[in-house]
């Protein structure tokens, strides 16, 4: 009999539906950490203790005890077991991480095949029509199997149009030149955000001509990885590109061309804010606060990001169609955790349907407003604490 062979879009589509389920809700060192192995799986990366330890929790590689992977790793299995128990009792495949080792494996459920033969050992077939009842039940399940899904009304605009979708990442400016140690290095002034405000700092300082240079390298935090992540992965679902580019190195002429989508801190972008501000109606972001007037009480209310705070980080999202017929989705926070969760949410088939139910979104414009909670740049949670249609 040939063995059953999972494609790597089944085998992704088992590791999402186990990351969705209530097991794994409030589990996100898990959820992160199921991703990873599952990733360097399918791209044949070597996994052991320190690769690990060095790619996944940013530790050092040889130190002489790597507990901390082989804790995580087994408190993932044992969720992995309890999934299986409980509400993934049903599912057709298993994932599993067999002790000693850390790629992750696929085999079929024995259980549900076992319930599958039982009932059919229940049912009298006549021979003559099993043929043709399995070419029935072949036909069902490749089209079930490969029926697409549908697209999300709040992406349609994007995976629909014939004009590219740019992603731009929110990414930091620096320039070369001595560091206040006085040795050479990589200088972030937070007043210089692109090559036109380091020009101009050049003009007014011809001492710093001799000192500082400009660089290629730019400065994105862990936030721009998981954000590229998610998108991509839900724009592939219906083989769209996305082109990415990084918002240190791009020109505001650029930014208007084709659909938009923004990822990033709001403080010192200064043309993604102008482009918020100029489509949205009742909101206005001022330096580090988002100022909202109500549409029918014209009371202002103020929300203001705070630096020092690292656990609760306040989350902008908004999706607008211009009048030139783009289309602009943006993703603001000034902490990592607040456009990682933003992202996955709005990536996430099921929140997305709850979302456009609760405020029967479809074509609108929408600005959103919420609290995320997170720790040590991992996002746990997301509050919603505004939502305006417009």
């Not at 589509?13 to 794994?24: A, E, G, K, P, R």
């Not at 791209?43 to 790597?66: A, C, Q, W, Y």
């Not at 606060?289 to 705070?309: A, F, P, V, W």
């Amino acid at each position: 009999m040939r063995k059953l062979e999972l494609t790597i879009t089944q085998k992704q589509q088992i590791v999402d539906t186990i990351l969705q389920s209530d097991t794994f809700k409030n589990a996100p060192t898990s959820i992160a950490l199921l991703k990873y192995l599952s990733e360097a799986t399918y791209n044949d990366t070597p996994l052991k203790e320190g690769v690990i330890e060095m790619e996944f929790f940013r530790g050092d590689p040889d130190g002489k005890s790597n507990s901390r992977v082989r804790v995580n790793v087994y408190n993932l299995r044992k969720k992995l077991t309890n999934y299986y128990s409980t509400e993934g009792a049903n599912d057709d495949w298993e994932l599993m991480i067999e002790k000693g080792q850390y790629g992750v494996k696929f085999q079929k459920n024995t259980s549900q095949q076992s319930n599958d033969v039982s009932l059919l050992n229940s049912v009298r077939w006549d021979s003559k029509f099993i043929p043709y009842i399995g070419m029935l039940l072949i036909a069902l399940l490749s089209y079930f199997w490969n029926a697409p899904e549908s697209v999300s009304p709040l992406w349609q605009e994007f995976i629909q149009s014939k004009q590219p979708t740019h992603l731009y990442i929110g990414d930091a400016f620096g320039y070369r030149g001595k560091t206040i140690s006085g040795n050479e290095g990589w200088t972030r002034d937070f007043n210089i955000n692109n090559v036109e405000d380091y020009l101009v700092l050049m003009e007014g300082n011809p001492d710093l001509k001799e000192k500082t240079r400009m660089t290629d390298l730019y400065y994105s935090t862990r936030m721009s990885e998981h954000a590229t992540y998610d998108l991509g992965r839900y724009f592939q679902k219906w083989n769209k590109e996305l082109l990415i580019k990084y918002a240190t190195n791009t020109s505001f002429t650029n930014i208007k061309n084709g659909n938009l989508i923004y990822v990033g801190r709001f403080y010192n972008q200064s043309d993604f804010v102008y482009l918020f501000n100029q489509y949205n109606p009742y909101f206005e972001i001022k330096d580090k606060h988002l100022i909202y007037t109500n549409k029918e009480t014209g009371i202002e209310n103020s929300y203001e990001t705070n630096s020092q705070d690292l656990i609760n980080d306040f989350t902008i999202v908004s999706k607008i169609k211009t009048s030139q017929g783009r289309t602009q989705f943006f993703f603001f926070s000034n902490h990592d955790i607040g456009v990682m969760a933003s992202v996955e949410f709005f990536t996430n088939t099921d929140s997305l349907k709850t979302f456009q139910k609760r405020y029967a979104i479809s074509e609108q414009n929408f600005t959103a407003v919420f609290i995320a909670e997170g720790k040590e740049r991992i996002n746990l949670s997301l509050k919603e604490e505004l939502v305006v249609t417009f």
